[in-house]
Nanobody, 121 residues
Framework: QVQLVESGGGLVQPGGSLRLSCAASGIIFSIYTMGWYRQAPGKQRELVAAITSGGSTDYADSVKGRFTISRDNAKNTVYLQMNSLKPEDTAVYYC???????????????WGQGTQVTVSS
């Protein structure tokens, strides 16, 4: 069994910052790409940022220059530093990890339970 546990969400004023964390635990052989997605009310879930095991990153255009994704491979943890937050960043943020539980198992995408980020004055 694999679990992704997120933390760090909350309420912040426009222009403020938050740091999200997501730790993967359980039987893990190798983690490939880790990423953050978000879903606002009435909208589809969208990719915010992703990072490969080698450190290559990808960002949604809407967050480039404001958000930074990073990971600690030794801790199976991915982070999302969010600066200059805007009301339109309000959403539930989900962690995702593409991983194998053993050398012979298929790669599977796992999801965290989600953490609410609200940007409001």
């Amino acid at each position: 069994q694999v679990q992704l546990v997120e933390s760090g969400g909350g309420l912040v004023q426009p222009g403020g910052s938050l740091r999200l964390s997501c730790a993967a635990s359980g039987i893990i052989f190798s983690i490939y790409t880790m990423g953050w997605y978000r879903q606002a009310p009435g909208k589809q879930r969208e990719l915010v940022a992703a990072i490969t095991s080698g450190g290559s990153t990808d960002y949604a255009d809407s967050v480039k220059g404001r958000f930074t994704i990073s990971r600690d491979n030794a801790k199976n943890t991915v982070y999302l530093q969010m600066n200059s937050l805007k009301p339109e960043d309000t959403a539930v943020y989900y962690c995702n990890a593409d991983l194998r539980s053993s050398w012979y198992s298929d790669r599977i995408h796992y999801w965290g339970q989600g953490t609410q980020v609200t940007v409001s004055s």
